[in-house]
């Protein structure tokens, strides 16, 4: 079954090369059209375009359906073309000519834009929950390590003290900027674009306030052509605002690869969240963190995929759009797979807190002890070329009861700022 059949087929190759995987893409969204068209059944009975029993017999049939979804048991058959048309055709085998009344006064552009919008409120809201439960666990991890000396680099030398509290806050702090990416992408989506129809409106007195309304859009899209341009941007928007949390999972995951390794040997885990080697017997791989790694990169290269793809589309549909979907859908659950994974790995992770013993990290205390000299009154600069005479000579001994206490330094994590900051958000 298709929307725009007209009684006559079209070539088989024709078809398997338009339709692609939607199908299998469908069914994350299928949950979404069954709401996006309760909502239009209603709007139908509102206007007298529906009797109150065809409106009470299609939201009554569509609930049915969407239990079905839930349980796992709706399919989409090589006979639809898509989630659409099976829904459609569930409800005309039910009803009869009342179910044929569903797609009055809309186009499956409309029933594609407002099932992908409701979709990623929910998905977007679910990235910034698991988001916020990394948060709290790094949060926790930087309280409980706070006091364990870390070696801190710049153009990976060793350069000055850090600590395992500065390092689990500074990927917690580092989160709710990308959050603030994520708040501007579902400030995006929660507008209503359904009763755009083909993307010019409908000569229907539909009332787009009342579905509006209805599915708990904040606002609706209330340009037709404007809410039709947004198809392939809202996606665009979510795949920068994972992109920026992507990037941050990306550093840290490459943070424990490195510290992982024999070189470091800052961190380590149990057996069961690493792996080995075929033929090397003392192997722990990092694996997990390594495709953490590899998949937060290629997250971050979603914008451009997307970007590339839309823009030098003029404005109306075009079918290029159908292929944003097979971007984004599994992007999202990549996003959601590596948030969940790091959470899972990091509760069991494993700090060494005697790194600092090893007298190559004597160096790394050569600025406070230098900053000793200038506060017993030597100036910056004759203090500086005395320590570096020291280490050149040999003859430096590090000061090592150290003290920082500035904010955000380590002996001033304000971990209970940070807090502040991330419910500002929630």
């Not at 409120?121 to 991890?141: G, H, M, N, Q, V």
């Not at 509006?212 to 996606?235: D, P, S």
């Not at 941050?248 to 690493?274: R, V």
């Amino acid at each position: 079954m298709r929307l725009w059949d007209k009684g006559f087929s079209t070539d088989k190759k024709i078809d398997h090369f338009t339709v692609g995987n939607d199908r299998e893409l469908d069914l994350h969204l299928a949950k979404y059209d069954v709401i996006a068209s309760k909502a239009h059944a209603k709007m139908l009975g509102k206007i007298d375009l529906l009797t109150e029993a065809e409106t009470t017999d299609l939201v009554n049939e569509l609930d049915k359906i969407g239990e079905s979804i839930e349980k796992g048991e709706f399919i989409i058959e090589d006979s639809f073309e898509d989630m659409h048309s099976k829904i459609e055709f569930l409800l005309t085998e039910k009803l009869g000519d009342t179910g044929k009344k569903i797609h009055t006064a809309r186009s499956r552009n409309d029933q594609v834009l407002v099932a992908m919008h409701l979709y990623l409120k929910d998905e977007l809201s679910e990235i910034k929950s698991r988001t916020k439960a990394l948060f709290d666990l790094l949060i926790d991890l930087a309280e409980q390590h706070k006091e364990v000396l870390l070696p801190g680099y710049t153009h990976l030398q060793v350069a000055m003290p850090s600590s395992f509290g500065l390092w689990f806050s500074a990927y917690a702090e580092s989160l709710i900027d990308d959050l603030y990416f994520i708040d501007a992408a579902y400030k995006v989506a929660d507008q209503n674009p359904l009763g755009s129809a083909a993307g010019y409106g409908s000569s229907f007195p539909i009332d787009r306030s009342f579905t509006t309304k209805e599915m708990g859009f904040e606002t609706m899209k209330f340009n037709v052509v404007a809410a039709q341009m947004g198809r392939g941007k809202v996606e665009k928007v979510t795949a920068f605002g994972m992109a920026n949390i992507a990037a941050t999972l990306s550093k840290m995951a490459m943070d424990i690869c490195l510290y992982m390794s024999q070189n470091f040997d800052f961190i380590s885990f149990p057996d069961e969240l690493t792996t080995g080697s075929s033929i090397m017997p003392h192997k722990k791989n990092p694996d997990v963190f390594e495709l953490v790694r590899g998949k937060c990169n290629k997250l971050q290269a979603v914008p451009n995929q997307l970007t590339l793809m839309i823009n030098n589309l003029p404005s109306g549909y075009h079918r290029d759009l159908q292929l944003v979907k097979e971007i984004i859908v599994p992007a999202i659950q990549d996003m959601r797979a590596c948030l969940e994974i790091l959470t899972f790995s990091l509760k069991e992770i494993r700090v060494n807190e005697t790194i600092l013993k090893d007298p190559k990290y004597d160096y790394l205390f050569s600025v406070d002890t230098l900053n000793e000299l200038v506060q017993n009154g030597i100036p910056f600069r004759d203090a500086y070329k005395k320590m570096g005479q020291e280490i050149q000579d040999g003859t430096f001994t590090p000061k090592r009861d150290i003290s920082h206490s500035h904010n955000g330094s380590l002996g001033n994590l304000c971990l209970d700022e940070i807090r502040k900051k991330i419910n500002l958000i929630f």
